[in-house]
């Protein structure tokens, strides 16, 4: 067995980093800032797009807390199975976004599904502060198909080479979620902060969405290989990292 220093901080940064140019996401956050542009509502992006981007954050969080508990209270003699599975889901997603950099959308993708996208489509139609706080939960969690692969498996790594024989969740772990998922709305705030500047800026935005988004898989793809791998080899004991 070969013991290695990961530096957790830098993984979590470059994978949330990675995470967050994602298409589904910012496909969402430039169809609110659209439809309010739309509906002549320019002076309520801010109020609204940062309501709905924090209960995003929310989201995410209370969800990676969960599933982090969920992680650590496996018993220790099954937790490497987990862990193994895990990576394999982990893989499998990354591949099929490299498959989405030849062939986007043909086939299986990590993608919001249809009648869920036609949902949050409906679900703009009225803006409202409350509407924004629904918007954002309901995002967030219809996203997780889409987003979910690098955040399971940075969670996986935090709990295999953190939490380990760990009774509940230090606040070191927290802080890093919260870091995470800081990283992971960056973009989303940038799309608020231009966009409140003139609908120009939403539409250059658009197309450097659309011109960029097969680029964008890929980059998740290798990412998420990458990660899967790192799982495999600590779940089978090959290396651990302290």
Not at 27 to 32: N, P, Q
Not at 83 to 96: K, S
Not at 159 to 172: E, R, S
């Amino acid at each position: 067995m070969v013991t290695a220093t990961l530096p957790t901080l830098g993984a979590v940064i470059v994978t949330a980093a990675v995470d967050s140019i994602n298409p589904c996401a910012i496909g969402v956050a430039l169809l609110l800032v659209a439809t309010l542009i739309k509906q002549d509502r320019k002076k309520d992006i801010l109020k609204v797009g940062f309501i709905y981007i924090f209960f995003v954050f929310l989201t995410y969080l209370l969800a990676g807390i969960g599933i982090l508990y969920a992680l650590t209270s496996i018993p220790v003699q099954i937790a490497n199975y987990v862990t193994v599975f895990v990576a394999l889901i982990v893989i499998f997603g990354g591949l099929l976004e490299i498959k989405d950099f030849f062939w986007y959308g043909k086939g299986s993708s990590l993608m919001i599904p249809e009648e869920y996208a036609e949902k949050v489509a409906d679900k703009m139609e009225n803006l409202t502060v409350p509407a924004a706080v629904i918007l954002g939960v309901f995002v967030a969690a219809v996203e997780l198909p889409c987003t979910g692969g690098p955040y399971l498996a940075i969670l996986t790594i935090m709990q295999q080479t953190m939490l380990q024989g760990a009774t509940g969740i230090p606040l070191v772990a927290i802080g890093m979620m919260i870091v995470y998922n800081l990283i992971f709305v960056t973009p989303l705030i940038a799309i608020l902060l231009f966009s409140y500047f003139g609908s120009k800026q939403v539409d250059e935005m658009k197309k450097w969405k659309h011109m960029n988004k097969a680029r964008m898989r890929m980059a998740a793809g290798l990412l998420m290989i990458y990660l899967g791998w790192i799982l495999l080899i600590l779940a089978t004991g090959i290396i651990r990292f302290g």
